[in-house]
């Protein structure tokens, strides 16, 4: 069961019969609702939700008549600590009270409180008002709780991306071609064809010799993606009007800054989590142990490898982060085919340095690679944006006994990783076209 959690929306009141009529609201709109008993005579939940609740419904009261304001926010405010989730993201509050003295004491408490997210919108409406008029109700929570333009727009993202799963899901388990009489026959064939889908495209994902369960998991789920995407881009290729009215106030904000750039470029194109397996696009830190003395260059001679002046190269080589990347194919280490681990050596660089070094992507040497602006805690001199350079002429392999006493800090992700295989073939096998060319005139 575990598999089916996950809520849009909380309900928190100590009286079941108040919280029905918002509950039926939503519900009649075909949005889930998970409603929490408060009470004296309860035991408080102890298991947040997990992160993605986007509105929180909450009683003031909550039948505790305790004497002030202070008192009941922040006893609510215990309580909301125990289903919502610090890392719960962006949510909408609306808050059941008559007295807007409670509302103001609600917004300063929670956003000194470090246990729980702050909202990005907070409301207060009076039950007595709303209880009986579901229509009233309703629009006056659209009314409301639509009013940040961004969020929005995101909302109607994560719920195409959930109808998106489904349609894929759904498609996949309709490739069925049952002559069964009965439903149990019929459970027995649709086990086994979705099972045998499923099983098709794992081995296409990461070849016919996939045995380990770990990596034909990770090879479904690769190639659903591409699936995933067709659906979403078919379900949000014209968005609704009021998402159309979002992005006319979001086209007026300003300029992102840079480090929020490099911060979403890090979360498209490098994991520092889930690095205990030995996998292509592992980032190793260069080991300078004296046993590994003379296979590997030494720190400053690999950071030379990529400074324009060599004269930097002391200085250089102190705020840099000299790490091996594996480019082995995907599929030899899913099939466990992996004999000798392939290595390119490279820098991590911090950008601001970037006149420091010779630039691939400017009409630089070719056997550079770069991948730049990316923001990193992890297996760097300190947290900062980075650039990651890597050289086709520094290309090593290493055992696989001797690459386990190797440990990985950081990994690329998919897309970058097979641009850098990519770009590394090419260069490998020099493609181009062999032309002669008049000598450029100098002046």
């Known amino acids: 069961m575990e598999y089916l959690r996950g809520c849009r929306v909380i309900v928190i009141d100590d ?14 709109r075909g949005i889930p609702v998970a409603y929490f008993k408060i009470s004296s005579e309860d035991d408080p939940p102890k298991n947040p939700c997990p992160p ?3 509105l929180a419904i909450l009683d003031i009261e909550l039948g505790l008549n305790l004497p002030g304001k202070e008192e009941r926010v922040g006893y609510l405010l215990q309580m909301l600590a125990q289903i919502i989730a610090k890392e719960n993201g962006p949510y909408m509050v609306v808050l059941w009270t008559k007295y807007p003295g409670d509302k103001q004491t609600f917004d300063e408490q929670i956003f000194r409180e470090d246990s729980l997210p702050n909202p990005v919108v907070s409301v207060m409406l009076e039950k007595s008002k709303y209880e009986d008029d579901l229509v009233a109700l309703g629009a006056k929570l659209d009314e409301e709780l639509t009013k940040v333009a961004c969020l929005r727009v995101l909302q109607f993202w994560e719920e195409a991306s959930f109808s998106a799963a489904s349609e894929v899901t759904n498609r996949l388990c309709e490739i069925l071609d049952s002559k069964a009489t009965n439903l149990q026959e019929w459970v027995r064939e649709w086990n086994t064809e979705v099972s045998q889908v499923i099983r098709a495209m794992a081995h296409e994902g990461y070849g016919e010799g996939l045995t380990e369960p770990r ?24 968005p609704p009007q009021p998402v159309v009215e979002s992005w006319a106030e979001i086209l007026k904000a300003g300029d992102c800054q840079d480090e929020k750039r490099a911060r979403i470029n890090t979360m498209m194109h490098v994991a520092e989590e889930s690095l205990g397996r030995e996998w292509t696009g592992n980032i190793y830190p260069l080991p300078e142990d004296e046993k590994w003395e003379g296979y590997f260059p030494g720190r400053v001679e690999l950071v030379g490898e990529f400074l324009g002046d060599r004269q930097n190269m002391e200085a250089a080589s102190k705020s840099c982060t000299p790490v091996l990347v594996e480019i082995s194919p995907i599929c030899d280490h899913a099939q466990a085919k992996v004999r000798v681990f392939r290595l390119l050596g ?22 550079l690679w770069k ?32 690459s386990r006493e190797l440990t990985p800090t950081l990994r690329l992700r998919t897309q970058a990783c097979t641009a850098l295989q990519a770009w590394f073939s090419a260069h490998a096998a020099r493609v181009g076209l062999f032309l002669l060319r008049p000598r450029e005139k100098t002046s």
């Open 15 to 28: 009286k079941p019969e108040e919280a029905e009529p918002i509950i039926r609201t939503l519900s009649l």
């Open 52 to 54: 993605g609740v986007r």
């Open 215 to 238: 990596s034909a998991s990770a090879a479904l789920y690769a190639s659903l993606n591409p699936l995933h995407g067709d659906r979403l881009e078919n379900l949000t290729g014209d």
């Open 346 to 367: 490279g820098i991590l660089a911090p950008t601001e340095e970037y006149k420091l070094f010779k630039q691939p992507q400017r009409k630089g040497p070719e056997f």
């Open 371 to 402: 991948l730049e602006r990316l923001h990193l805690s992890k297996g760097v001199t300190a947290p900062g944006v980075f650039d990651l350079y890597l050289s086709a002429r520094l290309l090593y392999s290493l055992s696989k006994e001797r």
